[in-house]
């Protein structure tokens, strides 16, 4: 690929974003839209309905939604949209930062270095192939294989000391998070399965002797619960379902048998009277909990539940398997897919893993940078727009005729398909950035648009329905080591396909630092987000004690957790849980 086509194709991307930009600067601007770019606004009150006169600045573009998302501080974010929020935009002010330090180096000092690697005769810069810029380009056993591998040190001790500064930021805030969290009845309550069953007795004795045997000092009660499968979906759709036809009862209705005066065209017989009678049953009454006791099922019939205990730990699991699916395919599957022999050698000689990647991986570079145009910047600019939500909006106002303005739906931020995005742009900023630098441009692009765009849907769009305490930042941090590991590993089978055998053993000392590096972060941090320190909880224990709240919150367990057919997922909580300890 020539350069000129390169920035062809970067001109074309940019047109795109400046078209949703401009599209997104206006339609936020119309009242029609007001639960489509401002849902989580209208929903905490914080911004009104406007006047539907018609005005000439509805129909222009302006800039001014950047500096409404440029505006409000971290602890303000904090405050009103939560920690989860505040890790996210942490997470890209890192990349930022970490990057910012790898286009100086690389822009500077490697690329020129990798343009003139050998001696050749250069054509005109935009005719130019990619590969010039690469380390493709530097001869075997160049002396200027020294600078790749000091900018890739430079880069890693930068990038360690940053993720140390934010993982102590992050742990802090989440033990505030902690301490200033309300008393909540998912404190003083955990989740047990497997326990033992007893023949002799029945399973709710069973239950309770257990607990009194092992944990009499803290054993309070207990509540059974079971995994109801289709008949929940099944309950969840009637009340959908009612919900909809509830407003029919306002509407009056002549309750006399009226005899019909129209007849049907085809045969013409009278078609038949009915009458209309008032629904007698109230249908919060008529909502029949699932006993904790008699539900019907069979002893033999319950099982323990399987599946996440809460809608953050849902979140977070599908993160992690989009993360991993995300590399595999985006990265691995097109790097490997150069060659069916490359695929081979890696499948039957593991030992070969990062030569095979140092041979094709330069030569992919122009796919990863096509990839965060397109992927990158065009995206997060129709993310902006909102385009399956501005759609439904416009049919169900203009087409059907119907109030599309339901707070119900107003969704909440997709974390569990942005962060695995933003942390694979970072793996391919660590793992190029001393390949293929030419890409840093595009990801230093990529990062400061999408604090802007993060900011800002998050503060207006997006509702906050549950907050995990900031425990996405151990898989940020996880992945981030792993792609500086990479990053490592190839530059080793790099630096020996060049025939610089001193770059590659200094190599290595670096990889066993940056796994040391991580280990002491394991050891340090990583607890904070599992348990939480006996001191602050008895602390807290002690408060609600003195308040008077332990009491009341004992009245409210005996009956909190008693599942019934209304129960929505929604109600399981996750977070700052004092169980832990």
């Known amino acids: ?50 006047n539907d006169s018609f005005k000439i600045g509805r129909i222009l573009p302006t800039p001014a939604w950047i500096l409404e998302a440029w505006g409000p ?20 002010v890192f990349s930022i930062r970490i990057f910012s330090i790898a286009f100086l180096i690389c822009m500077f000092g490697v690329l020129p270095l990798n343009y003139y690697g050998q001696e050749m005769t250069h054509n005109r810069m935009a005719r130019e192939s990619l590969e010039v810029f690469t380390i493709v380009n530097v001869k075997e056993g160049s002396q200027w294989l020294w600078f790749h591998c000091l900018a890739l040190h430079i880069i890693s001790f930068s990038a360690c000391t940053l993720l140390y500064f934010e993982y102590q930021r992050i ?52 509540q059974r619960i079971y995994q109801s499968g289709a008949f929940h979906k099944f309950m969840t759709n009637a009340e959908k379902l009612c919900r909809k036809f509830v407003p029919l ?6 309750f006399k048998r009226i005899p019909a005066i129209n007849r049907c065209g085809l045969c013409g017989g009278t078609s038949r009277s009915y009458d209309l009678h008032d629904n007698a049953f109230d249908i919060e ?9 008699g539900s019907g099922q069979r002893e ?13 730990g849902r979140k977070k699991s599908a993160c992690c398997k989009v993360l991993y699916f995300t590399i595999w395919n985006v990265f691995f599957v097109n790097v490997l897919s150069a060659s069916v022999i490359h695929q081979l050698m890696f ?62 739906k107003v969704p909440t931020f997709p974390y569990h398909t942005e962060v695995p995005r933003v942390l694979l742009f970072g793996l391919l900023g660590f793992t190029c950035s001393i390949l293929a630098p030419l890409i840093l441009p595009f990801l230093m692009v990529y990062f400061s648009l999408g604090y802007l765009v993060y900011r800002n849907q998050m503060l207006n769009v997006y509702r906050t329905k549950y907050e995990s305490g900031g425990q996405l930042w151990p898989v940020v941090h996880n992945t981030t080591i792993f792609s500086l590991v990479l990053a490592q ?49 008895v602390e807290m224990d002690r408060q609600d004690e003195m308040s008077g709240k332990m009491e009341e919150i004992h009245k409210l367990l005996q009956s909190a957790y008693c599942q019934t057919a209304t129960i929505h997922e929604d109600e399981l909580v996750d977070g700052c849980s004092r169980e832990d300890n």
């Not at 904090?78 to 890790?87: K, T």
């Not at 497997?194 to 009660?221: C, N, Q």
């Not at 060049?498 to 040391?516: D, E, H, R, Y």
Request: charged content about 20%.
């Open 300 to 312: 033999e019939e319950i099982h323990d539940p399987t599946g996440a205990i809460s809608r953050s």
């Open 249 to 254: 009862r306002a509407l009056s209705f002549n």
């Open 489 to 537: 590993i190839i530059a080793l089978g790099v630096f020996g396909l060049k025939k610089s055998t001193v770059a590659s053993g200094f190599m290595i000392p670096l990889v066993i630092f940056t796994l040391l590096f991580h280990e002491y972060c394991r050891k340090r941090f990583l607890p904070i987000f599992k348990k939480f320190s006996a001191q602050a909880l």
């Open 171 to 222: 742990s802090k805030l989440r033990l505030d998070h902690v301490i200033a969290c309300p008393p909540k009845l998912s404190h003083f309550t955990i989740l047990v399965r497997s326990i033992p069953r007893l023949e002799d007795m029945p399973r709710d004795d069973a239950i309770k002797v257990f607990f009194i045997t092992y944990h009499g000092m803290s054993y309070l009660s207990h």
């Open 347 to 408: 499948i039957s000689q593991p030992k070969d893993i990062p030569f095979v990647l140092a041979r094709t991986l330069p030569g992919q570079a122009t796919f990863f940078i096509t990839y965060v145009l397109t992927s990158g910047w065009t995206s997060l600019c129709a993310e902006l727009v909102q385009c399956f939500s501005l759609t439904y909006n416009l049919l169900q106002k203009h087409v059907f005729r119907k109030k599309a303005d339901d707070p119900n």
């Open 1 to 50: 690929m020539k350069l000129d086509a390169l920035l062809t194709s970067a001109g074309i991307n940019i047109g795109l974003c400046v078209f949703f930009i401009s599209l997104y600067s206006v339609v936020r601007k119309q009242p029609s839209n007001l639960y489509v770019y401002f849902g989580r606004s209208t929903l905490t009150q914080e911004r009104k309905k406007s």
């Open 285 to 293: 009454e008529r909502r029949t909990p699932l006993s904790c006791s």
């Open 73 to 92: 501080t971290e602890d303000e974010i904090l405050a009103s949209v939560g920690l989860d929020a505040v890790v996210f935009l942490r997470m890209i």
